[in-house]
């Protein structure tokens, strides 16, 4: 039985960290080892970094060029695409807020103490250049495209692909030719990542190597609270945030919208695919909860794109531990360019595989953040997937219940009478 590649990250992860470990205990001072397991162990991981490092101006200009020329049938929808479009980016704002408010207070990966293990001096947040909302706003706008890119200013970029991909929409039919070339650009890069996670194994095995010859004993136990926090609150905002909300905007119980989405929690929690279960949100939305099938058909495949509130609490508390292992806390006056980065991120790079690992090594890179942590980030990701994906698929279903109710395109009484026989 072929293993997948969460399970030979895992594996690639404890090996690593095993032979780290011995290295640092067991053989401390051999020079086989401490000078040519480790120096090959850093060339490996090097390039891995660097493999990652080369695909995110790519993959961030041609995916957001792409998500905007395909957001383009919202104007068609009038105010029921508005207030999808709407709901989705207040939701993932809410999201983001959320996340570094919570990442701020519990400080996940402080006692980490990675510091040691990349270079003094190596680390240098570029966001300390922005000292206040003005400049940020003004700094956005590019004066040299080409430095823009070679920088690699994520915002600048970002700028640029939303300009791009406005340009092309008003082209109207003459700009076919730009969107294929774009859509085919972002299938090559696509394929691109799927390459380069296919090596994630080999590049965590020798990244581990590197980390696990100088660990100390609170990491992994550091490691372990960051992914209790991530679950913690994304397990908060399935089972309470969206209830709540959907029942103080609609009137539907929470109870009920619990008992509606049930299915939906556990396909998407073993298929860590907000794609793969779209059919299930559009029958929960549909069959269950009683939405409009126009409602549904817009809303459902437009969340899974977009609507990426999971994976931004995720890359937010990510990154912020990241950022604590070693030893460069984020500060609160750059929490606003974060947010506003994720944002960004995810509405334009949410259908990325692996998207959340690589929106992380986005941040580390524009933050200017040892890049070694997203070897942490990667081995444990599957775990995090899987919440990430059901808050994903539930906010979907959220947002398309409030939306249809706002229309009066939603029966409630009809599905749950039909529900209650059915039970019967």
């Known amino acids: 039985m072929q293993q997948s590649l969460s399970s030979k990250i895992f594996i690639g992860l404890f090996i690593g960290l095993i032979i780290g470990t011995a290295i640092q205990y067991l053989f401390n001072g051999v020079t086989i080892m401490d000078t040519y397991l480790l120096g090959l162990a850093e ?68 006692d980490a103490n990675l510091a040691g ?69 972002n299938e090559i890069m696509m394929k691109l990542v799927g390459l380069v996670m296919n090596l994630a194994p080999f590049g965590v095995f020798a990244l581990m190597i590197q980390l696990g010859a100088t660990l100390d004993g609170n990491t992994l136990m550091s490691v372990a609270g ?27 119980k929470p109870t009920q919208f619990l008992r509606h989405t049930r299915e939906q929690v556990l396909f998407s929690l073993s298929t860590a695919s907000s794609n793969a279960t779209i059919p299930v949100t559009m029958r929960t939305l549909t069959d269950k909860i009683g939405v409009s099938k126009s409602v549904a058909g817009f809303g459902v495949p437009l969340g899974a794109t977009m609507n990426m509130s999971g994976v931004s609490i995720y890359i937010a508390l990510a990154t912020i531990f990241v950022a604590n292992a070693f030893g460069q806390p984020i500060n609160s006056a750059d929490l606003f360019t974060l947010g506003l980065t994720i944002l960004l991120l995810s509405i334009g790079a949410g259908g990325v595989p692996g998207g959340g690992v690589v929106m992380v090594g986005v941040l580390l890179h524009q933050l200017g953040l040892p890049p070694e942590g997203l070897a942490i980030v990667a081995a444990v990701d599957r775990i995090n997937d899987m919440f990430c994906t059901s808050s ?33």
């Open 43 to 110: 060339g490996v991981g090097g390039m891995f970094v660097s493999l990652i490092k080369l695909l995110v101006v790519p993959l961030v200009y041609v995916s957001i060029v792409c998500g905007i020329v395909e957001l383009k049938d919202i104007t068609s929808f009038g105010r029921l695409g508005g207030k999808t479009f709407g709901l989705y980016i207040i939701n993932t704002i809410i999201a983001i807020t959320a996340a570094l408010t919570v990442g701020m207070i519990f400080a996940p990966g402080a």
């Open 392 to 424: 994903n698929v539930v906010g979907d279903t959220a947002v398309n219940t409030i939306v249809a109710k706002s229309e009066n395109e939603i029966n409630v009484e009809e599905k749950d009478v039909a529900a209650e026989k059915a039970t019967a």
């Open 226 to 252: 960051y992914v209790m926090l991530v679950i913690a609150m994304l397990v908060f905002w399935i089972f309470f945030f969206y209830p709540m909300m959907v029942a103080l905007t609609t009137g539907i």
């Open 117 to 185: 293990t990349v270079e003094a001096g190596s680390v240098v947040l570029k966001t300390t250049e922005t000292p206040d909302i003005f400049s940020l706003i003004t700094n956005i706008v590019p004066s040299n495209p080409v430095q823009a890119f070679a920088s690699g200013d994520m915002l600048q970029i970002i700028f640029m692909a939303i300009l791009t991909g406005l340009a092309i929409q008003a082209l109207d039919s003459r700009g076919g030719p730009a969107i294929k070339t774009f859509k085919m650009a």
